[in-house]
């Protein structure tokens, strides 16, 4: 249930793409420390929809990504600061981070002096574009990236487009795409590697189908809505209660869709009958099949449509899915009773695998800024002495 139960991991990263990255290595078993600036820590702290946790410096958005790691605060612009982190890179595997390039190089803690501490580091750096390039040094945020991706231009319908994703898609994205480097990293037989994760190209190595439309076929890619481009019918169709995604991608699945709306014509007809017939006359297809879908609510015709072999789900909202028992049986949500400097327990979503049929999870709820100092650095050899007048001097 840990198979990274042995590596240690020193996350120097804000928000969300560093942070997600290290709460997924955090499920899977490693001991995550979250190195932090002294007084305010990651900005995460103080974003959310609570204002009160967000005074507290225990924000929502950072207690969604920061479960089962240790805080430590450091001061990486002091003298005994820097000596520190290179005393804590000694001792680790993997070094996470996502400042702008050349902020490490600038603080003199970049790859090149942190691999003479530690040959056999894994380092990792999250950038918005990467660590070389034109767009090297600008700085990026996840709206930014969708919109450079080209994403936000196929996101919404005619009218609505370009539109961002409902949640930030590219830092997470980056999140994951860093992980999963780390991972094959620490399968090398030869440790010691510098790993560069753009979000933006991790975003574009995601749109393989959309991208490949233009590059193979020269079709440039347009917002379609809830449209799918590749089949028809396929998308979103208005029930008497919400929307109905419907996924007839299939000749037998279109088929049945017909027989069991009860029109069954609709399946000899010249303008539906074949596959690019329906692609073609997709909208007049979809009022057809609403004068049908419209009479009943989603989750009926989503449990008929599914018994008969045709996808079909209702759309959820977000309170909706998380209250469903699938979402229950799967274990996917962990509850801290009692959360320290949040006041009350708190629910946040575990990773989303399963490892021979158990959800990984964590011990320990997120941590209070600079909880784990005396931990950590009492294993450094620093006496509670110590740690006090650093402190005082500013290096923690």
Known sequence: MAPLRDVRVLDLTNVLAGPFCCHQLAHLGAEVIKVEVPGRGDLARQLGADAELNRRLMGVSFLAQNA??????LNLKHAQGKALLKRLVAGADVLVENFRPGVMDRLELGWEVLREVNPRLIYCAISGFGQTGPWRERPAYDQIVQGASGMMSITGDSESAPLRAGYPVADTIGGISAAFAIAAALNDRERGRFIDVSMLEAMLATMGWVVSNWLIAGVEPEPQGNENVTAAPSGSFQCSDGLLNISANKQEQWETLCDHLGRPEL????DYHAREDRKTNRRQLKAELEKVLTIRPARNWARELNAAGVPAGAVFTVPDILAHPQIAERDMLAEFGDAPGVGRGIRIVRTGVKLDGEA??????????????????????????????LRKEGAL
């Open 360 to 389: 990984p999870s964590v011990e320990t709820p997120p941590p209070r800024l600079g909880e784990h100092n005396e931990e950590v650095y009492g294993a450094l050899g620093l006496s509670s002495s110590d740690i006090e007048r």
């Open 267 to 270: 399946k000899t007809h010249p």
């Open 68 to 73: 089962g790691k240790k805080s430590i605060t």
